[in-house]
């Protein structure tokens, strides 16, 4: 009887420990799927210190609700760890760490925890001390986290941009080494060098272990992906970025390793259709290849999460239900009706996937917050013609349909806005001045007639969002922001009364020496620097550097972005200072230049009861700036002011009795 009793203890405990076993790096990848990083937030020097606040747990009901199974979250240990043995790491910070792992671990996520941003290991790696020290880091994290699921994965160093090969191996046989005394069978994921990319991957040393997977990151083509230059899609492009993924999947093949693309993404800059090309891209080759991903989300230029209130914009859905056979090579094209000339957008696709349902296509206009559905199409359309469309508007297409079993395949967006010839007001009349112009309602029209911004796509998106011009929202209202040196905006005003102007307006940013300017239909302008105001969004009130004299009527102002330091700017505040009798009172006083407008030469009268021997004349900018002096000597004399540049001029008469102004204008 006890040897049975013992027979059936030992079988029920080995039973138990099969259905309780440590997944396989292969089983880890296929329930990882597709997953997104918690960037920017545990890395700053202080939780929440750069452009996004302290974690929140209710983020990973977002991202359950968005239907992702893995988050990566970078973690930063350095400014939380002792700087002598043994290398303690501050307590509070692995509570904190352990908090955040354990909202998505409750969630059921596939949880990648990693050393990230740690530059002072990179840079010093020859050092024992700083190698003792990154070692104490990771025995410190074996120990705190080796009870927790097997979801929990271990990732050794990100990106060890400043390290060679061998140290990386070194660093990564080290690392592991130290995980397996208290996780034997813990997933850990390792990379190359440099910036851990597919080629680095590969050259690495593969560790001698059963569980663990190969990390690599992408932002193929670096110069659109990461800086927003140019377009995405040709078909050379296509190729480059499969052939990146070809190489890492016979890599993977080859030694038995499953692989984790850990980062990828487009910042918001990119081109609008562009970008979404290369995301689905990017998860359509990651399905087929059979790695999982985390996209990049840093919550700025790279965000994919509006964190501000846990809604997605329009890449989650390419993130979730993009497939090989979803609808591809999709364009929208402004196609205005060849016999009416009416406005119109032809929508194109092309069908890959076979015995599906219906296509469903959807619009998002500039002025709605969510997709409209527009057309119920029948499973082998492939175009759409929208009729119900306006010109000066942008317009956001996209499809999806079903699979026979009933899964959901999206299209990638597609947007397309319907210019004019003719800029207008963004109001049905103009900007009145003296008044307050709000930078948002610049004019309709588009690139380079109505503005002319260095990208394509607004990248805080949260008014007019299919136009480049970069205008948030803040408050109650919205702001300009992103802005970079050589862009430009238009206004047309509406100038009640000649006069003297002061112009104030409102500025937030955290870099010193910004600069823009304001420039009318008649030349006139004044300009503004920009300083520190401590904070993106700590809004300052900031006065021109001059006052500036308009005249009535309407007319187009420009605004133009002269520094590449950025701000962030609300509204521009005109004043009336004046009325503008100068010039009246100069002619009727017996001070008379002609022609004007001059194409260089300036005749001058001066009646006689002006002139004594101070009598002189000043030139001037409109913004206050001297440029000469000239001598008086006689009732008349001609001025060459050919060398000048075109625009305003202030043309001053002045002696111990009078001070007399003409505006010049020289062509």
């Not at 990151?217 to 927003?228: I, L, N, T, V």
């Not at 918001?268 to 999982?292: L, T, W």
């Not at 069908?351 to 199409?377: H, K, M, P, V």
């Not at 103009?430 to 002319?452: K, Q, R, T, W």
Request: net charge negative; proline share 4%; with cysteine.
């Amino acid at each position: 009887m006890k040897k049975f009793n013992l027979f059936f203890i030992l079988t029920l405990l080995l039973f138990t420990q099969s259905l309780s076993a440590q997944l396989t790096p292969q089983q880890a990848i296929e329930g990882m799927g597709r997953g997104i990083n918690l960037g920017n937030t545990l890395e700053p020097p202080l939780e929440g210190g750069w452009n996004n606040g302290p974690a929140q747990e209710s983020y990973f009901d977002a991202y359950v609700d968005a239907g992702f199974s893995n988050i990566r979250i970078p973690v930063r240990w350095d400014l939380h760890t002792g700087n002598n043995a043994p290398f303690e790491v501050d307590e509070t910070w692995m509570n904190r760490v352990e908090e955040v792992v354990d909202w998505g671990l409750a969630r059921g996520f596939y949880i990648t925890l990693n050393g990230h941003h740690e530059d002072w290991l990179k840079n010093n790696y020859a050092d024992a001390t700083i190698r003792a020290r990154y070692d104490a880091i990771w025995v410190q994290i074996a120990e705190r986290f080796q009870d927790k699921s097997d979801h929990l994965l271990f990732e050794i160093i990100n990106e060890p941009l400043g390290m060679t090969v061998a140290q990386v191996d070194d660093l990564n046989e080290r690392i592991l080494g130290i995980i397996r005394e208290n996780n034997p069978t813990r997933i850990v994921i390792y990379g190359g060098n440099v910036w851990a990319n597919a080629e680095q991957l590969i050259d690495a040393a593969i560790p001698a272990d059963d569980y663990v997977i190969g990390y690599y990151h992408a932002y193929d083509p670096w110069q659109f992906s990461g800086e927003g230059q140019g377009t995405w899609g040709t078909t050379n492009d296509y190729q480059q970025v499969t052939n990146k993924y070809q190489l890492v999947k016979n890599w993977s093949v080859a030694n038995g390793i499953p692989v984790h693309h850990s980062e990828f993404g487009a910042v918001h800059s990119c081109d609008f259709n562009s970008r979404m090309r290369i995301y689905a891209h990017n998860v359509e080759q990651c399905i087929v290849k059979g790695f999982a991903f985390s996209v990049w989300d840093d919550g700025g230029n790279f965000g994919i999460l509006n964190r501000a209130d846990n809604t997605w914009p329009e890449v989650k859905d390419i993130l979730m239900h993009y497939y090989e056979d979803s609808p591809n090579q999709i364009f929208s094209t402004s196609s205005p009706d060849p016999i009416t000339d009416a406005p119109a957008v032809i929508v194109n696709w092309n069908n890959r996937a076979t015995a599906t349902g219906e296509i469903i296509l959807e619009r998002l206009t500039a002025s709605s917050n969510t997709f409209q559905q527009i057309a119920n199409l029948p499973a082998d359309a492939t175009t759409f013609t929208d009729t119900d469309v306006e010109v000066n508007n942008t317009y956001t297409y996209r499809m999806y349909t079903t699979r026979a079993d009933g899964t959901l395949l999206h299209g990638y967006p597609t947007r397309v806005r319907i210019n004019s010839d003719v800029q207008t007001p963004y109001n049905p009349t103009p900007i009145n001045i003296p008044g307050v112009l709000e930078v948002e309602e610049y004019d309709n029209g588009g690139e380079g007639l109505a503005y002319h911004d260095n990208d394509a796509a607004n990248v805080a998106g949260t008014f007019r969002a299919g136009e480049g011009v970069d205008i948030g929202g803040f408050g109650n209202g919205h702001i300009l922001g992103y802005v970079e040196l050589g862009e430009w905006i238009e206004y047309t005003v509406n100038v009640t009364q000649s006069g003297v102007y002061s112009v104030t307006t409102e500025v937030a940013s955290e870099m010193a020496n910004g600069a823009f300017d304001i420039t009318f239909d008649n030349a006139a302008s004044t300009d503004f620097n920009t300083p520190n105001t401590g904070s993106w969004v700590g809004f300052q009130q900031l006065a021109a550097n001059n006052e500036i004299e308009l005249t009535a009527g309407e007319q187009q102002m420009r605004l133009s972005i002269n520094s590449t330091s950025a701000f962030n700017l609300d509204n521009l505040t005109f004043t009336l200072e004046s009325t503008s009798t100068s010039e009246i009172d100069a002619t009727q006083a017996g001070f008379k230049v002609s022609p004007n407008p001059t194409e260089g030469m300036l005749n001058i009268e001066i009646a006689e009861a002006l002139k004594d021997n101070t009598t002189r004349l000043e030139l001037f900018r409109v913004t206050g700036e001297k440029l000469s002096t000239f001598k008086v000597d006689e009732t008349s004399a001609r001025l060459d002011l050919s060398a000048f540049a075109g625009g305003l001029y202030l043309l001053h008469l002045v002696n111990e009795e009078v001070s007399l102004v003409h505006r010049i204008v020289v062509h």
